[in-house]
C-alpha cells in the first residue's frame, strides 16, 4: 500500500510539471499569424525577385496601426486621469482653508461701484454667484458697505434675497453690515478678525495688510502687489477661476 501511494504521489507531482512546461511554452510561443509571417518573410528575403508590395501583403489581418494604438492611449490616459477639482475645492484650496471672511459689496459682489449708485439701484452680479455660495458653505461670510441712506440699504438687501444668497446659502441677513464711511468698514473687519478680507478699495487693502492674515484686491487694473499676504485679481470669480 505504501509503494502504491508513493507511485501515485510521484505520477501527480510529475503531471504537474508537464503540465507547467506546457502552459510556459505555449505562452511563449508566437501565435500562427505571426509565424507565418516570419516564415514568409524569410522566403521573400531569400527572393530576390519578391517585391516590397509583397512584403506589405504579408501583414496579419488583425495588427493594429498607429491610430489605433493613438486611440487606445487616450482612452487609457483620460481613464487614469485624475478627475478635475470642483469648484468648492478650489474655493477651499484658494482660501487655505480659511474659516471666516469678509467682503465689500461694491465692485465686488454688485454691479455699482460707488454709494451715489446705491441710491437708484442695487444688482447683483450673476457671475459671482456661485463662488458666493461656495463660500457660505464652509466659511463665516460677512457682506458690508458704505452707504448713504436707509434706501440704500433696503435695495441692497433686497437684491441679495432675490438672487437666492439667503435661501442657497449660509449667509443670513444679521451678516450684511452697513456703515456710513469707509472707516467704518475697516474698523468692522478690525473687529471680525477674519482670515480673508476682500475689497477693491486699495487704501483700506493697504490699511488692514498687517492686521489680516490675508486679503484679495479686486481691481480692473492690474494692482502692484503692496504685501506678501494681498493678493489681486480683476474680479471675485476669475481669482477662483470659474469664468
Not at 508590395?53 to 486611440?71: F, G, K, Q, Y
Request: aromatic share 6%.
Amino acid at each position: 500500500m505504501i509503494v502504491i501511494r508513493d507511485i501515485r504521489s510521484f505520477g501527480a507531482v510529475a503531471g504537474l510539471a508537464v503540465a507547467i512546461v506546457f502552459t510556459w511554452r505555449l505562452l511563449r510561443a508566437p501565435s500562427g499569424s505571426q509565424r507565418r509571417q516570419q516564415k514568409r518573410q524569410g522566403a521573400s528575403s531569400s527572393n530576390p525577385g519578391v517585391t516590397t508590395h509583397s512584403n506589405l501583403s504579408v501583414v496579419p489581418s488583425d495588427a493594429c496601426s498607429p491610430s489605433d494604438d493613438s486611440r487606445t492611449q487616450n482612452v487609457v490616459d483620460e481613464f487614469f486621469q485624475p478627475d478635475k477639482p470642483t469648484l468648492g475645492q478650489i474655493v477651499r484650496q484658494k482660501l487655505s482653508e480659511g474659516r471666516k471672511v469678509t467682503c465689500r459689496l461694491l465692485g465686488v459682489i454688485l454691479e455699482e461701484s460707488i454709494p451715489e449708485e446705491l441710491q437708484k439701484q442695487a444688482t447683483v452680479r450673476s457671475s459671482v454667484l456661485e463662488v458666493l455660495l461656495e463660500i457660505t458653505k464652509f466659511c463665516d461670510l460677512y457682506l458690508m458697505e458704505r452707504v448713504l441712506d436707509d434706501e440704500s440699504e433696503k435695495r441692497v438687501l433686497v437684491a441679495l434675497e432675490e438672487a437666492g444668497v439667503f435661501t442657497s446659502g449660509g449667509l443670513v441677513k444679521d451678516k450684511v453690515l452697513f456703515c456710513s464711511t469707509e472707516n467704518g468698514r475697516s474698523s468692522f473687519v478690525r473687529q471680525l478678525e477674519p482670515d480673508w478680507h476682500i475689497d477693491s478699495n486699495p487704501e483700506i487693502v493697504s490699511q488692514l495688510a498687517r492686521f489680516i492674515k490675508y486679503q484679495l484686491h479686486v481691481s480692473p487694473y492690474k494692482a502692484e502687489r503692496t504685501a506678501a499676504n494681498v493678493f489681486s485679481a480683476p474680479s471675485l470669480e476669475q481669482f477662483f477661476g470659474s469664468i
